[in-house]
């Protein structure tokens, strides 16, 4: 049996083709329409309220005598001559000897106990050494004195460690 040929159908071969090339045409243009998969809609900014900061004032002890002289540790409790201090999150100094304190400067040894972060702070072992830390910026605030800086130094095998000190600063702004 023989098949009647394209044209005997009422299509050419040529027209076929032409069809085939405008669906495809119109599949391509409307292919672009819309988001693209890579397209991330433009952000709205978001206007928050500015609330300035107030630190919380010192805690002293009561009945404190006239003229004593504080530091603050991450505790925000007021200390004098202090046996232990948090210096950091993952920083504290223990067992502290007190060389000076009264004076523009305030020295203590004893042992610093901290994280080395490696491999990260979550994960590490606490590890203690030789620590000293020094205290200076006497200022008066709140009907007392404090020192308001420190910095504090490990003493490790490889030599002096200087370590990220975060004592609270009373009669200023921020740490």
Not at 28 to 37: F, L, R, Y
Not at 53 to 59: E, L, R
Not at 60 to 89: E, Q
């Amino acid at each position: 049996m023989r098949h009647p040929e394209p044209e005997a159908q009422g299509l050419s071969i040529r027209g076929a083709k032409g069809t085939l090339a405008l669906l495809l045409a119109a599949a391509v243009a409307t292919a672009g329409c819309g988001a693209s998969a890579g397209a991330r809609p433009v952000p709205k900014p978001v206007t928050v309220a500015v609330v300035p900061y107030k630190q919380a004032p010192p805690q002293l002890p009561p009945g404190r005598p006239a003229g004593a002289l504080y530091v603050l540790d991450l505790t925000n409790i007021g200390h004098v001559r202090p046996a232990t201090l948090a210096f950091a999150s993952d920083g504290k100094l223990l067992d502290l000897q007190w060389s000076s304190w009264g004076g523009s400067v305030a020295v203590a040894h004893g042992t610093a106990l901290l994280r080395t972060c490696k491999p990260d702070c979550a994960r590490s072992p606490l590890v203690s050494y030789p620590g000293t830390v020094k205290l200076s910026g006497l200022k008066s605030c709140d009907n007392a004195r404090f020192y308001t800086a420190s910095s504090v130094v490990a003493g490790t095998k490889s030599g002096p460690w200087r370590l990220a000190s975060f004592m609270r600063n009373p009669c200023g702004s921020g740490l």
